[in-house]
């Protein structure tokens, strides 16, 4: 079965400590990877998205990903989190084998302090 | 702005009625997704189009039936409405291989 965990159902940092969302997925093919947010009564926007090739990938706002095999991770990192982050922030899985539809994680919701 | 549309924004109507979801994919945009999130389910797939064609299937109920018109924008129709339903409904599209774009979601409340 394909699914996505994010153990964090809220985070709060500081503005400007880093942050970092975890995100683990199991998925029966080549899975595609991505990170959205969604700001209170917003739609979902995507931030990043990990295909193929270096594992290390770089998003909008400052927001980058790793994707790590061995673990089945795809964790979400920011070295300096602004107040403007806080939102939530859904991390998804699919593939072309599935259609493209994406499963979604239940989100981690993000606090920051001032 | 991720040139998905969704019409209407909001919908508040009552328990056993019917209501139709508008959605305008991206210009070039081939296949359109409808998710349904709410607070105990989370983000849920209902069902994918591409080009007129039913793609996939997730979690949609009977009551629930969408389609996509030769223009490409879709609707999902949404009958015998129960409590239950309330939910935020999204809508995105994409070209294959690319990643999915969303609309800004229709919040339906079921009274």
């Known amino acids: 079965a394909q699914s996505v965990t994010q153990p964090d159902i809220h985070i709060t940092v500081s503005e400007g400590a880093s942050l970092e969302l975890r995100c683990n997925y199991s998925?029966?093919?080549?899975?595609?990877l991505f990170w959205y947010v969604q700001s209170p009564g917003q739609g979902l926007q995507l931030l990043l998205k990990?295909?193929?090739?270096?594992?290390l990938v770089q998003g909008i706002k400052g927001f980058e990903a790793e994707f790590k095999r061995s673990q089945s991770s795809f964790n979400l990192r920011k070295p300096s989190v602004h107040w403007s982050d806080a939102a939530e922030y859904f991390c998804?899985?699919?593939?072309?084998?599935?259609?493209?539809?994406?499963?979604f994680g239940a989100g981690t919701i993000l606090r920051v302090k001032s | 702005d991720s040139g998905v549309t969704q019409t209407p924004k909001h919908l508040i109507t009552a328990t056993g009625q019917r209501v139709t979801l508008r959605c305008s994919p991206r210009?070039?945009?081939?296949?359109v997704y409808w998710y349904q999130q709410s607070l105990d389910q989370g983000l849920q797939f209902l069902i994918q189009?591409?080009?007129?064609?039913?793609?996939a299937k997730g979690n949609i109920l009977e009551r629930f039936s969408a389609q996509q018109f030769p223009d490409l924008h879709s609707e999902l129709n949404l009958s015998s409405l129960e409590l239950g339903d309330s939910a935020l409904y999204f809508c995105?599209?994409?070209?294959?291989?690319?990643?999915?774009?969303f609309g800004n979601g229709t919040r339906l409340t079921v009274t």
């Open positions: 995105a599209s994409s070209v294959s291989g690319s990643p999915l774009h």
């Open positions: 998925y029966g093919a080549t899975p595609y």
């Open positions: 990990y295909f193929s090739g270096d594992t």
């Open positions: 998804a899985v699919g593939s072309m084998e599935y259609g493209n539809k994406l499963v």
């Open positions: 210009s070039g945009d081939l296949s």
């Open positions: 189009y591409y080009n007129g064609e039913e793609r």
